[in-house]
């Protein structure tokens, strides 16, 4: 998660994979951008994105949220869930918990 280089004021959250083995080609990735809130986390966002592995900006999912200002500080992360193409999983990451400067 960061502040978009291309959009002022956004933050982005990016989701791809990468094979370990097997004959997979292409994975349904999810990602939700996610802030906490007094009662818990809350989802701002959610982007999905079908795509082959490895990453770059064809080659994955992303969600943005335009921040309402630069002022306020917040605890926000996001989750992350590759569904490979012809098979079963249950595979969803939760990345590290980052601090910025955004107004939700």
Not at 82 to 103: A, E, R, S
């Amino acid at each position: 998660m960061h502040f978009s280089h291309t959009v002022r004021g956004n933050i982005n959250a990016h989701g791809w994979w990468k094979p370990l083995n097997g004959p997979a080609t292409k994975a349904k990735v999810t990602v939700w951008l996610q802030v906490k809130g007094g009662s818990g986390w809350r989802t701002l966002n959610k982007g999905s994105k079908t795509v082959y592995s490895g990453g770059g900006s064809a080659k994955r999912a992303s969600a943005a949220w335009k921040c309402t200002n630069l002022v306020a500080k917040h605890s926000f992360r996001s989750i992350i869930d590759v569904d490979i193409v012809g098979y079963p999983d249950n595979n969803k990451k939760t990345t590290d918990t980052q601090t910025l400067y955004c107004g939700t």
